[in-house]
């Protein structure tokens, strides 16, 4: 999160919801704080629409579930890419 603010070499947030030392809500809502426009994909293996809810609520721009389709994930990572341009 802190690297967010002081390094905006950033393109893309790939976002675990559930970490140790902060969830995935706090730190996608930092992160938003800091920098609006960064994408933030939510990454998860809980499926249920409460929790796709509260991830969008954070502000992620996208969520994914685990476990992860790679082509999926590509093909939703240069979506974000391709408006950055």
Do not use: W, Y
């Not at 140790?20 to 809502?29: F, I, K, N, S």
């Not at 920098?35 to 998860?44: C, D, E, M, S, Y």
């Not at 590509?74 to 979506?79: A, C, D, G, T």
Request: glycine fraction near 4%; hydrophobic fraction near 45%; charged fraction near 25%.
């Amino acid at each position: 999160m802190d690297l967010c603010g002081t390094n905006d070499h950033f393109d893309l947030v790939l976002m675990d919801m559930q970490m140790p030392e902060v969830d995935g809500l706090e730190a996608t809502t930092k992160i938003k704080l800091i920098r609006p426009g960064l994408p933030v994909i939510a990454t998860t293996a809980n499926t249920f629409d409460e929790d796709e809810i509260a991830f969008r609520k954070a502000g992620c721009d996208a969520f994914l579930t685990k476990p992860l389709q790679f082509r999926k994930l590509f093909e939703l990572m240069q979506s974000f890419f391709d408006q950055q341009v």
